[in-house]
């Protein structure tokens, strides 16, 4: 099994990325090697060769977004690779079971029940990558209840520094973050620069991630358990078994509302890039302490 991430000139987004790979290889008793999309190595290829002949290779991919490393780069890594049959599973993605994580991590940063949220995305020149962010804003306000906005860290306005200074602008006494990141680097040093009163770490290692992650290899084995059976699909491939233990819940589905996707005005700005951060809604959750994760 290969657990990929973007990869980070911070050794401590490294050390998230090897930390995982050791915790999701704990929750499923099977072996987890990292691998990297971009900025170091070892690559996705260069792990898929070492995969022993005969066993199917898994590769999860530990993306919050389906952005240009999952559509492409990834494809071609396993092409690269010479093992067409790797299956790999969906990313992380904006799945509302994160919106815990999100709480947790602003909780810990000391963020109050009357500050404004802002959450804090990598940013992509892709509508449906920033729409993926937007749902993750969504989710947390849910759980919240309270509006969360969007700010992003690059290639989409408005900025990190910009939503803090909107919800200022708009009253707010106090302003905390939140961090859609996985893990420490340049990112994460835009959020702690942005001016919020409280700036959260990135998920990181934190439980709901792992069972994430848990999850997609579970479906993953019972998609293609279910393709060796009458009717199923005729290309899938065999994975290892894994322990089957309980899911993390979806928060979305207790959500009394969730706001709309819009931006504030509801219309592009003349000469400007169109600003993604919609009004989504937080506090008072009070977050329980985390269990069975190592620390990221």
Same mark, same amino acid.
Do not use: C, N
């Given at each position: 099994?290969?657990?990929?991430?973007?990869?980070?000139?911070?050794?401590?987004?490294?050390?998230?990325?090897?930390?995982?790979?050791?915790?999701?290889?704990?929750?499923?008793?099977?072996?987890?090697?990292?691998?990297?999309?971009?900025?170091?190595?070892?690559?996705?290829?260069?792990?898929?060769?070492?995969?022993?002949?005969?066993?199917?290779?898994?590769?999860?991919?530990?993306?919050?977004?389906?952005?240009?490393?999952?559509r492409s780069d990834?494809?071609?890594?396993?092409?690269?690779?010479?093992?067409?049959?790797?299956?790999?599973?969906?990313?992380?993605?904006?799945?509302?079971?994160?919106?815990?994580?999100?709480a947790d991590r602003? &909780?810990?940063?000391?963020?109050?029940?009357?500050? @404004? +949220? =802002?959450?804090?995305? #990598?940013?992509?020149?892709?509508? *449906? !990558? /920033?729409?993926?962010?937007v749902a993750a804003?969504?989710?947390?306000?849910?759980?919240?209840?309270?509006?969360?906005?969007?700010?992003?860290?690059?290639?989409?306005?408005?900025?990190?520094?910009?939503?803090?200074?909107?919800?200022?602008?708009?009253?707010?006494?106090?302003?905390?973050?939140?961090?859609?990141?996985?893990?420490?680097?340049?990112?994460?040093?835009?959020?702690?620069?942005?001016?919020?009163?409280? &700036?959260?770490?990135?998920?990181?290692?934190?439980? @709901? +991630? =792992?069972?994430?992650? #848990?999850?997609?290899?579970?479906? *993953? !084995? /019972?998609?293609?358990?279910?393709?060796?059976?009458?009717?199923?699909?005729?290309?899938?491939?065999?994975?290892?078994?894994?322990?089957?233990?309980?899911?993390?819940?979806?928060?979305?589905?207790?959500?009394?509302?969730?706001?709309?996707?819009?931006?504030?005005?509801?219309?592009?700005?003349?000469?400007?890039?169109?600003?993604?951060?919609?009004?989504?809604?937080?506090?008072?959750?009070?977050?329980?302490?985390?269990?069975?994760?190592?620390?990221?």
């Amino acid at each position: 099994m290969v657990l990929t991430a973007h990869g980070t000139r911070d050794p401590a987004g490294a050390d998230v990325t090897r930390t995982l790979a050791t915790a999701l290889a704990a929750r499923l008793g099977l072996p987890v090697h990292p691998a990297y999309a971009d900025i170091h190595g070892p690559t996705v290829a260069e792990v898929l060769r070492r995969a022993p002949a005969g066993r199917t290779p898994v590769l999860v991919p530990a993306f919050l977004g389906s952005g240009y490393h999952v559509r492409s780069d990834l494809p071609e890594q396993v092409r690269l690779s010479g093992r067409d049959d790797t299956i790999t599973t969906p990313p992380l993605g904006a799945d509302p079971a994160l919106a815990v994580a999100l709480a947790d991590r602003l &909780a810990q940063a000391g963020a109050r029940p009357g500050d @404004a +949220v =802002v959450l804090a995305a #990598a940013g992509s020149r892709d509508p *449906a !990558a /920033r729409a993926e962010s937007v749902a993750a804003a969504q989710a947390l306000s849910r759980l919240l209840d309270r509006p969360v906005t969007v700010g992003w860290a690059a290639s989409a306005l408005p900025t990190i520094a910009e939503a803090v200074a909107d919800a200022r602008a708009g009253g707010a006494d106090r302003v905390s973050v939140a961090a859609w990141l996985l893990a420490p680097g340049l990112f994460a040093e835009r959020v702690r620069a942005g001016g919020a009163d409280a &700036a959260a770490d990135p998920l990181g290692v934190h439980p @709901a +991630v =792992v069972e994430l992650l #848990a999850r997609r290899v579970r479906e *993953a !084995a /019972r998609a293609a358990t279910d393709a060796g059976r009458p009717g199923g699909r005729a290309d899938a491939q065999p994975v290892p078994a894994v322990a089957r233990r309980g899911a993390v819940s979806d928060f979305g589905r207790s959500a009394s509302r969730s706001a709309p996707a819009t931006s504030r005005s509801g219309r592009r700005e003349p000469g400007r890039r169109e600003r993604t951060a919609p009004p989504v809604g937080w506090p008072p959750a009070q977050p329980g302490p985390e269990r069975g994760a190592s620390p990221g």
